[in-house]
């Protein structure tokens, strides 16, 4: 049974920091690309940072870039989502979001429960 379990979610003034984890079980970690992605309710859920398999190659959402990083730990079976100078627009549910890295498109195969970042003063 696969599981991802998202944390470190929470409130935090603009221009602030969050470190987001996400802990996984169930698959072979090292074999799926990670991803993040963020969801407002009544809008879709847009791509945050995607990171390979074997942490080579990334890829991030234009409105993030500059500000976010992703990482993963391969023996921890974790990713991690680095926020820094996070704008009110950052509010969101983040999930995290795990694929086979053959198949090179934006489609899940499994999905987290989600964290709530709430930007505010």
């Known amino acids: 049974q696969v599981q991802l379990v998202e944390s470190g979610g929470g409130l935090v003034q603009p221009g602030g920091s969050l470190r987001l984890s996400c802990a996984s079980s169930?698959?072979?970690?090292?074999?799926?690309?990670m991803s993040w992605y963020r969801q407002v309710p009544g809008t879709e859920r847009d791509l945050v940072a995607r990171i390979s398999g074997g942490g080579s190659w990334k890829k991030y959402g234009d409105s993030v870039k500059g500000r976010f990083s992703i990482s993963r730990d391969n023996v921890k079976n974790t990713v991690y989502l680095q926020m820094n100078d996070l704008k009110l627009e950052d509010t969101a549910v983040y999930y995290c979001?795990?694929?086979?890295?053959?198949?090179?498109?934006?489609?899940?195969?499994?999905w987290g429960q989600g964290t709530q970042v709430t930007v505010s003063s």
């Open positions: 979001g795990a694929a086979p890295d053959y198949w090179l498109s934006d489609t899940q195969e499994y």
């Open positions: 169930g698959l072979t970690f090292s074999t799926y690309a």
